[in-house]
């Protein structure tokens, strides 16, 4: 049944706003910058304004949430930049109307420290441009400038670098064992040049 603007607008004050705090808090926890917190609380309250029926809600600090984190993966997939941190915690707004507990505090620090690793482990000039490129968010070409290089060579091993991760990790899933290495090619202990 469809509502009334001023109906789903009282909804929101009542049900809605109450929670606001949180989820600022909880955006603040994942290192969104400030100025993009804000952005995202007021996309997911427009959305849910544009609404037609507030009925289907059930848990309205859930739905609050579940719409911020499609915020946020909107903007992600808009940026070129992707920070590893952040999608590291994306799962903590999925399940936001529950404290996340202690062993999935533990697993989620466990999981960035495996990622950390994987990063430093990446051939020296390899790692040297991902940091700056995927984690630093540096322009493409000042990193070029900065390194004397191309900008072709700072974006091919930017990707480089993601594919050696990504890789790595899906070894790990896939229960090989020890971590792999990934400055070392699957070929071999060839060490791969940076």
Known sequence: M???RREIVTWVGSNIVPHEADLRAR??????P???????VQDAYLKISK???????VNARGYFFATARTMLLDRIRRERIVRIDSMTEMEALTLADEDPGPERRVSARLELERVRRLIAALPERCREIFELRRIQGVPQREIADRLGVPEHIVEAQATRGLKLILKALAGEANGEGQTPNPGRESNGDQQLEG
């Open 34 to 40: 400030e100025e993009e917190i804000s952005d995202i």
């Open 2 to 4: 469809r509502q009334s």
């Open 51 to 57: 609404l037609d029926s507030t009925g289907h809600i």
């Open 27 to 32: 955006l603040r926890r994942m290192a969104v």
